[in-house]
């Protein structure tokens, strides 16, 4: 950003004067295929040169950016998914669990809470792991691609005990007990945060790729073959319940 200023991706030519260079996304007309703000390519014709890729698939190409939230009960296992996801792709990981605790148990306002979440929405490659259900709304309107653990409640309770006295990555202090209050809270998941969680993949499927997980089976599977580099490619069909 020279001089502070920040680029203009409207613009057809990202550096004035040198019209080798063009940003993709001004010229693609198909509305299947999602290219980040500032993708550029020196192709000034790339759509017709994008090739297998049908109308009738329904399928969403891709480019430039990929932008996951990775959602589910405490104690499912999300922060350890999504650091996997991290070490495939290269795509930074953010835990909002970090972002809104302080190492003295304490928090940040929710201004301040929405504004680096917002900060980080407005990039365009990303990892998100966390509920906190009141922005999820924003955050699945940013996304490309959602992975929901949806796990039997006693794998959480489990899952969530067994990390009880060890250093997280995802949390700023260690955990000396299986605190009852948020215990409580993994027991009412399913019936206070589910119903929400549901009606928006109902709203997202059709738009974005939504990978719902059962078990750490099946989410250790599918990270570790190769649909997990299939993830700049997005089905638009409905989501896809393993």
């Known amino acids: 950003m020279k001089g502070g200023k920040v680029p203009n991706p409207d613009n ?23 290219v980040g703000d500032f993708t550029y390519i020196a192709d000034s014709d790339f759509e017709s040169h994008v090739t297998h890729f049908y109308p009738w698939s329904r399928d969403k190409l891709m480019i430039g950016r990929l932008r996951a939230v990775v ?21 930074p990981l953010y835990y909002l669990d970090r972002i809104f605790h302080k190492p003295d148990r304490t928090t940040i306002t929710r201004e301040e809470f929405d504004q680096k979440l917002q900060t980080i929405l407005q990039t365009d490659r990303w990892i998100i792991d ?7 709304p924003l955050r699945f309107e940013a996304c ?7 796990f039997p409640l006693n794998e959480c309770l489990e899952g969530a005990a067994s990390r009880v006295g060890t250093v997280r990555e995802d949390m700023p202090w260690v955990e000396r007990e299986f605190d009852p209050e948020f215990r409580q809270y993994i027991l009412d998941f ?8 549901y009606e928006l993949i109902e709203q997202y499927q059709d738009s974005r790729r939504i990978i719902i997980f059962h078990s750490r089976e099946e ?8 649909q997990l580099f299939q993830c700049p490619r997005v089905q638009g069909t409905p989501a896809f319940d393993l």
């Open 190 to 197: 399913p019936k206070h945060q589910l119903p929400g969680i």
């Open 144 to 150: 490309t691609d959602v992975f929901f653990l949806d």
């Open 71 to 91: 959602i589910g009960s405490p104690g499912a296992g999300k922060s350890t998914f999504a650091r996997k996801l991290k070490d495939k792709t290269g795509i």
């Open 130 to 136: 966390g509920n906190y259900q009141r922005t999820l």
């Open 12 to 34: 057809i030519h990202p550096i004035a004067g040198y019209d080798k260079e063009v940003y993709v996304k001004p010229t693609v007309k198909n509305p299947n295929i999602i």
């Open 219 to 226: 989410a250790d599977n599918w990270i570790d073959s190769e």
